[in-house]
């Protein structure tokens, strides 16, 4: 978890990789895993305040229906 600080030259970087990586694992991890839940609960309320708002997608790249589907 901490890299030994006593190392020098190659030895050092190589010590500091394994820390390095940990650490930006966990920072990387945290969001994806705190956050992804929670995209399926905010996605409306940001798309109804972005329409509000008017910014985001124009209105002519809004999917509205698809064209090319055949429906029976």
Do not use: E, K
Not at 22 to 40: E, H, M, N, Q, R
Not at 46 to 69: E, K
């Amino acid at each position: 978890m901490w890299p030994h600080f006593d190392l020098r030259g190659r030895r050092f970087r190589r010590a500091l990789h394994g820390p390095v990586g940990f650490w930006s694992g966990g920072l990387i991890g945290f969001p994806i895993v705190t956050g992804l839940p929670w995209a399926g609960v905010s996605r409306d309320l940001l798309q109804r305040a972005s329409a509000a708002v008017g910014v985001g997608y124009p209105s002519s790249f809004r999917p509205t229906a698809c064209r090319y589907s055949n429906p029976r």
